[in-house]
């Protein structure tokens, strides 16, 4: 157990609509990363949050968003869902922002999108 | 984006074999990183390689971050049943500051 929790465990929702997901990080980390993990594939960057602030983002559209919180958990926002934001998300803590600084993966939301 | 190309995509072998699985980029990675991960679980770290040529070792796992910088193996001695599941190599690419860049994952099926 890495200590990072994740809620819902599961989700189903339909086109369009918008989805909130949220993360725990493990004590004494202050840096959040996002993952999406579409099936079959490896994990991709969504972005990462530090001290309630975005600190980098990948190749993902601006209806996904985020929030980070004063005591680290975080959000990850995405509106306007659609069929291929089924997948797998993913979140991690690190005590750092440096990629020295091991990140720790909580298990999961997974979203299924109709 | 960075690509890492992870190989073989799946394995199937017997209880007491040995396991080797790598993952090659085109670009230079300041950190080599090997993840397994379970049904319903997020990805756990097995082994992390910070230098070129660094060798380590994690019980029965041994893991290598390759001269070049561009490439890593891992290597599974005396393979378990409970060593079924997905491995991803992982790395931070020098031009991505603390994004982890993963490989496609080797699904590893051990029948006893």
């Known amino acids: 157990e890495t200590g990072v929790t994740q809620s819902p465990t599961h989700l189903i929702k339909t086109r369009g609509q918008q989805v909130t997901l949220r993360c725990s990080s493990q004590?004494?980390?202050?840096?959040v990363s996002w993952y999406q993990q579409a099936l079959g594939q490896g994990p991709q960057f969504i972005f990462q949050y530090y001290r309630e602030e975005e600190n980098g983002r990948g190749n993902f559209p601006p209806r996904f968003s985020g929030l980070q919180f004063p005591n680290y958990s975080s959000e990850l926002n995405v509106n306007a869902l659609e069929l291929d934001d089924s997948a797998l998300y993913l979140c991690?803590?690190?005590?750092?922002?440096?990629?020295?600084?091991?990140?720790?993966f909580g298990p999961g939301t997974r979203l299924l999108v109709l | 984006g960075q690509q890492l190309n992870q190989s073989p995509q799946s394995m199937f072998i017997q209880e007491g074999e040995d396991v080797s699985m790598n993952c090659t980029s085109s670009s230079i990675f300041n950190t080599w990183l090997w993840y397994k991960q379970e049904p319903g679980e997020g990805p756990v770290l097995l082994i992390a390689?910070?230098?070129?040529?660094e060798l380590t070792s994690n019980g029965r796992l041994t893991a290598q971050f390759g001269i070049t910088r561009k490439d890593s193996f891992l290597n599974i001695s005396a393979s378990i049943p409970s060593d079924v599941g997905i491995y991803f190599c992982?790395?931070?690419?020098?031009?991505?500051?603390?994004?982890?860049?993963f490989g496609e994952g080797t699904q590893l099926t051990v029948n006893p």
């Open positions: 004590s004494g980390h202050n840096t």
């Open positions: 991690a803590s690190s005590t750092g922002t440096v990629y020295q600084e091991t990140q720790y």
């Open positions: 390689l910070y230098k070129a040529g």
């Open positions: 992982a790395g931070h690419p020098v031009t991505s500051g603390s994004r982890l860049t």
